[in-house]
């Protein structure tokens, strides 16, 4: 009985104990549940990259209808400010019309005013003249009441 037939009976022995023990099944159950562990986290890891591409084509909707919407938005704007410039040049030139007649109104309404001036001026100078003259020619009360008339006449005519 040498060594080697020891070492025999104590492999032996050891896979006799590993048997009774059920190491074996232990090590393929653990094995199993770790496959199993593996294939559930697999699943989740598949349910999980099916979601996020979900979420994924969602945001990319989502990015298309914004952009959609922003390009809509900017569109608008431009035609709004478009009608805002239109509007307002038009206001503007209306506006300049406006001012333009009521300068120009209120030069012929000055130069009216200038040229009654004027006439009343004549007016009272020419009376002033007239009355100088009657007065050095026509001497007696006929010759004042005459005077009188007449420039109250030529007043109102003038005027």
Not at 32 to 46: F, M, N, Q, T
Not at 60 to 75: G, W
Not at 98 to 112: C, F, G, L, P, W
């Amino acid at each position: 009985m040498d060594a080697s037939f020891w070492a025999l009976v104590g492999l032996v022995l050891f896979f006799v104990l590993i048997a009774y023990l059920k190491v074996p099944g232990m090590i393929g159950g653990a094995l199993d549940k770790r496959a199993d562990d593996i294939k559930k986290e697999l699943e989740e890891a598949r349910k999980m990259r099916e979601e996020a591409q979900e979420l994924l084509s969602e945001y990319q909707r989502k990015r298309h209808e914004a952009e959609s919407e922003a390009e809509a938005i900017v569109a608008e704007a431009n035609t709004e400010a478009e009608r805002l410039t239109v509007e307002t040049n038009k206001a503007l030139e209306e506006m300049i019309a406006r001012r333009s007649k009521a300068a120009e109104e209120k030069i012929a309404q000055a130069e009216t005013q200038a040229i009654a001036e004027v006439r009343a001026k004549a007016a009272d100078i020419a009376v002033a003249a007239a009355e100088v003259i009657l007065s050095a020619k026509v001497k007696d009360k006929v010759a004042d009441d005459i005077l009188a008339k007449s420039i109250t006449q030529v007043k109102d005519q003038l005027n």
